[in-house]
């Protein structure tokens, strides 16, 4: 299956602060997910990007797709406590979803 | 709205015990289904997925092995558990027809003592 690339694998941040986790391939996507797991929790979906070049917002989370589709950044602005847990990305292939390593965020407040 | 339901929360079989994890899905007909692994601070792994009743997809060869008796039924199941099948199991869902986003059942944490 397709196989993504997660850095950093860990993200230590100062409450208020910005920052970017990344999902790359060697290949190109179809399209890619991007979840969120809470300490203790289970994987939850949080969007889709399937345009070259998509960027889509939630609120302090901002999620682009490269225009060559082989990569993809998840950024987060004014971190707060709630940010905490790893965010995975996720590539799909036929009826199954690859998931990168993910990047484990935690908060310094 | 669809849920998705798993059990049992925790577990702790002996080595070579049984296994058998239910997981059930409401409020959709015909849905994918999926049984990933964690290991802790790791990683998800899929380790069987299913598009129809009695349809099962092995991605990793192991002591596992799963079934689908029923449409919204997804059970993963062993005969003998080794030390090394401890982990976080999770069973997904996601809709046929295209790519959409999976929903995750609240896990099953499995110790192998």
């Known amino acids: 299956g397709q196989q993504v690339m997660q850095i950093p694998q860990y993200q230590h941040v100062q409450e208020g602060e910005d920052f970017t986790t990344y999902c790359n391939s060697s290949?190109?996507?179809?399209?890619i997910q991007w979840y969120k797991q809470r300490p203790g929790g289970h994987p939850v979906f949080l969007i889709q990007l399937v345009k070259s070049g998509e960027v889509k917002k939630q609120k302090r989370l901002t999620f682009q797709f490269g225009e060559a589709k082989k990569n993809s950044s998840l950024h987060i602005t004014a971190t707060q406590t709630t940010d905490v847990g790893t965010y995975f990305c996720a590539a799909a292939n036929d009826y199954k979803l690859s998931f990168g390593a993910g990047t484990t965020v935690t908060v310094r407040a | 709205s669809q849920t998705i339901h798993q059990w049992p929360a925790t577990l702790v079989q002996p080595v070579g015990s049984p296994l058998s994890l239910e997981c059930t899905v409401e409020g959709t007909s015909n849905p994918n289904l999926y049984w990933y692994r964690q290991a802790a601070g790791r990683g998800l792994q899929l380790l069987f997925y299913?598009?129809?009743?009695?349809?099962i997809s092995s991605e990793v060869p192991q002591n596992l092995s799963a079934s689908r008796p029923q449409d919204r039924q997804f059970i993963l199941s062993s005969k003998k558990l080794l030390l090394s099948d401890s982990g976080f199991y999770l069973c997904a869902w996601s809709r046929t027809g295209g790519n959409y986003g999976y929903t995750f059942g609240s896990g099953t944490r499995l110790t192998v003592v």
């Open positions: 290949t190109t996507l179809s399209n």
């Open positions: 299913s598009v129809g009743i009695g349809q």
